[in-house]
């Protein structure tokens, strides 16, 4: 990977930064890693990742990792249909994990660009949004996605 970040031109200290970065996304900590000084870390982070080089050797090292471990997007959004259909099965005293099933329909709703959707578990899924607002290709998609957790594609 050093070769990329020299490509690129960043500083040995930059490069070691954004090579923690991506271990556990804290920059205060990988800033600290790499390191500068734990008084001025947070302050360091803040900048480096506003710094188009840094923010492309990141998403090198991103797209490096997700290829080694075969992360794809059918991957992480076939795992998320996975984890909503085991949060929706009831626990020996009735209840569902919403708060998982919630995370998941993010991801899904996220790559579908339906960012602007608050989606909510509860015991069902329910919607917050004023659907009057929603152009006709937004309920379109909420459409495709209400009958793929449903099962009736």
């Known amino acids: 990977m050093g070769n990329e970040a020299n490509n690129i031109g960043l500083s ?13 996304f804290n920059g205060k900590q990988a800033a ?9 870390a947070e302050v360091h982070a803040s900048k480096m990742l506003r710094f188009a080089k840094v923010q ?17 997007v059918q991957w992480v959004l076939d795992t998320a249909k996975n984890i909503i259909k085991v949060c929706q099965e009831p626990d020996d005293r009735g209840r569902i994990d919403a708060s998982g099933a919630n995370g ?9 660009d339906m ?8 015991t069902t899924v329910k919607v917050e949004h004023n659907l009057d607002t929603l152009t006709t290709e937004e309920l379109q998609k909420l459409l ?3 009958k793929k957790l449903s099962g009736a594609d």
Do not use: H, Q, W
């Not at 930059?14 to 970065?21: I, S």
């Not at 492309?56 to 794809?72: H, R």
């Not at 960012?115 to 509860?122: G, H, L, S, Y």
């Open 12 to 24: 040995p200290k930059r490069r070691k930064f954004c090579e923690e970065y991506v271990a556990d």
């Open 56 to 72: 492309a050797y990141i998403s090198e090292l991103k797209a490096k990792i997700a290829k080694d471990n075969a992360i794809t």
């Open 104 to 112: 998941s329909l993010k991801i899904i709703a996220s790559y579908l």
């Open 32 to 40: 600290i890693r790499a390191g500068y000084a734990p008084k001025g």
């Open 144 to 146: 495709e996605l209400s």
């Open 115 to 122: 960012n602007k959707t608050k989606v909510d578990m509860d």
